[in-house]
C-alpha cells in the first residue's frame, strides 16, 4: 500500500498542480480575451466616429450642392424673367404707335446731326412719312431693318445706330443692376 499511498499522492498532486495551471490559463485567457474585447471595442469606437465624421462631411457636400443647384435655379429663373422683361420692352418699342414713333424718330435726329451735321437717314420701309419735312437732313432712305433710325454722314465712313433694339440693349445693359434690384428686390 504504500506504493498505492505514492502514487495517490503524486496523482493528487499532479492534479492540484494541473488545477492550478487550468486556473492561471483559465485568469490568462480570460485576461487575453478581455484585452480583446477592449480593443475591440475601441475599434468599434473609432470607426464608430470616423463614421459619423463621415457622415456629417457627406451631409454637408449634401447640403452645399443642393444649395448650390437652388441658387443656380434661382439664377437661371431671374434670367428667364430678365430675357422676358428685355423683350415686353422691345416689342413695347417695336410696335410703337405712329404719333410716339416719329417722337421718337425726331428725338434721336436732334441728338445725331449733333454729331452729323446733314446725315443720310435710313429707316424701316414704310417710316419715312414720320420724318418727312425735319430740316437739316440729307436723304431719307427706306431700307428692311427693325425700327428705329441708321444715321450716316456723307462720306459713309461714321454711322449712328439707333435702331431701336440697339438703343434698348445699350440702355439694359447699362442699367441692369437697376432692372435687376427693381425686379428682384
Known amino acids: 500500500m504504500a506504493l498505492d499511498e505514492v502514487i495517490n499522492n503524486i496523482t493528487e498532486s499532479?492534479?492540484?498542480?494541473?488545477?492550478?495551471?487550468?486556473?492561471?490559463?483559465?485568469?490568462?485567457?480570460?485576461?487575453?480575451?478581455?484585452?480583446a474585447d477592449d480593443k475591440v471595442?475601441?475599434?468599434?469606437?473609432?470607426?464608430?466616429?470616423e463614421l459619423e465624421?463621415?457622415?456629417k462631411r457627406l451631409?454637408?457636400?449634401e447640403i452645399s450642392s443642393a444649395e448650390l443647384e437652388a441658387k443656380r435655379i434661382i439664377l437661371n429663373a431671374k434670367k428667364d424673367v430678365l430675357d422676358k422683361s428685355f423683350q415686353v420692352a422691345l416689342s413695347s418699342l417695336l410696335n410703337m404707335d405712329e404719333g410716339n414713333k416719329g417722337r421718337m424718330?425726331?428725338?434721336?435726329?436732334?441728338?445725331?446731326?449733333?454729331v452729323i451735321k446733314t446725315p443720310k437717314v435710313y429707316c424701316p420701309r414704310g417710316e419715312s412719312?414720320?420724318?418727312?419735312?425735319?430740316?437739316?437732313?440729307g436723304s431719307i432712305v427706306e431700307t428692311d431693318?427693325?425700327?428705329?433710325?441708321?444715321?450716316?454722314?456723307?462720306?459713309?465712313?461714321?454711322?449712328?445706330?439707333y435702331r431701336f433694339r440697339i438703343l434698348l440693349e445699350s440702355v439694359w445693359d447699362k442699367e441692369l443692376k437697376n432692372v435687376s434690384n427693381i425686379l428682384f428686390g
Open 41 to 49: 471595442a475601441a475599434k468599434r469606437l473609432a470607426q464608430q466616429k
Open 53 to 55: 465624421v463621415a457622415l
Open 105 to 114: 424718330y425726331r428725338k434721336i435726329l436732334d441728338g445725331g446731326k449733333t
Open 129 to 137: 412719312k414720320l420724318i418727312s419735312g425735319i430740316a437739316g437732313l
Open 14 to 35: 499532479a492534479q492540484a498542480k494541473a488545477g492550478e495551471l487550468i486556473q492561471e490559463s483559465e485568469k490568462e485567457k480570460a485576461a487575453i480575451l478581455k484585452q
Open 145 to 161: 431693318m427693325e425700327a428705329g433710325l441708321v444715321l450716316e454722314d456723307a462720306s459713309g465712313k461714321v454711322r449712328l445706330d
Open 59 to 61: 451631409k454637408q457636400q
